[in-house]
DNA sequence: TTGACAATCCAAAACGTTTTCGGTAATTTA
DNA sequence: TAAATTACCGAAAACGTTTTGGATTGTCAA
């Protein structure tokens, strides 16, 4: 049904060849027969195959967008959308296509997520929203397919990854914490599998250390950064350490579910106990009272993640580990 | 490098059609050999390319899903994030691929976003996030490419859309504050370029009618749906009608920007001024008060909308365009 | 005038599948 | 026993490109 390069060939009266060789750019076509033969297929409406292109290329220019759970993982829109459009801006502008792909799909079918990448041969992957136990993060280790995680910190032959310096993040929130003298300061945690938060935890301990105050479990709590998980995590911390002075939570909706209890038992904030987020998402700014908390770089995580990509495409360069730099951004929760 | 279906064939010792057969469930072709072919192939780790058959089956099962804007609509995760996960979810289980489309990649290659489809065969295209006077509209609306609208009411032969049925979810909200008694009740729409506005307005207007109350243009001001127009709009809002007792904005964000604005100014909500949001965002259950809202079914507009192209792909089906209810969430805030 | 050389062009193979049209051997039917 | 049917398999064409290795001119220098 769609034109072909042989229906321009015959109408413009040359071989295939040299449509071809005319559309690609090539010098050895005259100038004459280029310009007819672009005149014959704009007129035709002509669009090159892209499909008969990968095969006789044999590459696709695809490369896939790997979200893990996509399905199952709604609220995750705050971190998760800004990198999406990060990484497809900048695969977008160097003529990749991305195909979204999302672990349910791959076991759906019962077939490996690689299985499913080699059958479309895409060219690389970029997986987000993945935990440490997640049994495909075995695969993307191993595999031979380039890829890059995005705050899932393996590294192999075909496989880096970006995310944020979270021990750094979390040491950053920290000190601005203890700099405000606050001294018994709770941890509100994300998933232990989730590779963030060990992190996280660890520039809690770090921060409290180099201020030369030990860590008390008691302070420590593990959730699932959801503003629920957030609000009952608080309800047991409190209950547990009443004399409480300010919670770090290791996401910004956590911090919200946080307040929201806080809100609701009468404690003041920061005079009662001061909230700090992680995240920086857009709801935090909203928040009343605005939310402190340590930003992270969504959108050039994306970015980053597909310059390392495409480098190891393009120019067979090793992947790494890239750490984003966090800043600190003060409001009025602390 | 990849193993192809010539290595199986002569690795079980047949021909490519025998195998080709044998991977596709036909009926003639021996158990034993079947048996020895599967086995062979996963041994070999054998995966049919994607692309050859689709050049030779001409369907690439491959789908586009395009959002106006991509990068530049930051901030629309609220809404677009849950309407796509809808979309690949039913797509993905139908056994479609989908490949991320922003019409800034057209854009940026200078070429239509139509033809950007057709290189790449995609075989149908569910659209997002577009206004009314984007210069891509056109397009879609007089293309042959099948393709389903999301809150872009546009029907021709090849194009369908879903969308709330915004004028009744308008109603709904509207109905609710006059049976609290509220009677000067502002409006903050969307921009007008976008359908749901048009829709909305109406349904406010509608409202106010059959409660026998005229509209007052002084009480209707257009914003941009995100927070910080709301909070803008609120205030213009207010200067002009000092009195209003109410108001009804276009998007959850806009009135939790009202929100913001009403709280600096010392207005209690909602005894002073009550607020009704709509779409029903995360965000709203979290806020002070919690936002009463008209829902939207974002996941199941991306279902349905998937559903209706599958439908005319595969059962060629009319397009057709399809209304969702939305429902009365009412929480703190009237 | 002839050889070399540039400028244009084309035929055919290749990419990895599916499918049509047979072909052979074994089995059944008359 | 001959004919017809069935069960199984293969050769080759096709899908729409790119690219290799010439082939055919015309031009220019010797």
Chains 1, 2 share one sequence.
């Not at 040359?14 to 297929?41: E, H, M, Q």
């Not at 220019?61 to 790997?66: D, E, F, K, M, S």
Request: hydrophobic share 40%; charged share 20%.
């Amino acid at each position: 049904m769609p034109v072909t390069i042989r229906d321009v060939a015959r109408a413009a009266g040359v071989s295939i060849t040299t449509v071809s060789r005319a559309f690609n750019g090539y010098d050895d076509v005259g100038p004459d027969t280029r310009k007819r033969i672009l005149k014959v297929a704009k007129e035709l409406n002509y669009r090159p195959s892209h499909v008969a292109r990968s095969l006789v290329l044999q590459q696709t220019q695809n490369i896939g967008l790997l979200i893990s759970d996509f399905n199952a993982n709604r609220g995750a829109h705050h971190f998760l959308f800004d990198v999406m459009v990060g990484v497809h801006d900048r695969l977008a502008s160097m003529g990749y296509d991305v195909t979204l792909v999302s672990t349910t799909t791959a076991r759906q079918r019962l077939i490996s997520y690689i299985d499913f990448c080699t059958e479309r041969r895409l060219e690389g992957v970029i997986v987000m929203g993945m935990r440490l136990d997640d049994p495909y993060m075995q695969e993307v280790a191993e595999a031979k397919l380039p890829s890059v995680g995005i705050d899932l910190p393996i590294l192999s032959r075909y496989c880096g990854y970006v995310m944020t310096d979270n021990v750094n993040g979390a040491k950053l929130g920290m000190q601005h914490l203890l700099g405000k003298g606050y001294r018994r300061i709770g941890f509100v945690n994300g998933t232990q599998k989730a590779a963030v938060s060990v992190d996280r935890l660890r520039g809690y301990q770090l921060a409290l250390e180099a201020a030369g105050l030990g860590t008390d479990p008691d302070l420590i709590v593990h959730s699932n950064f959801l503003v629920e998980g957030g609000e009952a995590a608080t309800e047991m911390l409190l209950s547990r350490v009443p004399d409480l002075t300010a919670i770090f939570y290791a996401s910004d909706l956590m911090a919200i579910g946080g307040m929201r209890y806080l809100h609701r038992v009468g404690k003041r904030i920061p005079e009662d106990v001061a909230v700090m987020g992680y995240d920086n998402v857009d709801v935090g700014e909203w928040s009343t009272p605005a939310l402190t908390t340590v930003s992270q770089r969504r959108y050039e995580m994306g970015l980053y993640a597909a310059d390392m990509l495409i480098g190891m495409l393009q120019h067979d360069e090793e992947p790494g580990g890239r750490l984003l730099p966090s800043e600190l951004v003060i409001r009025q929760s602390t």
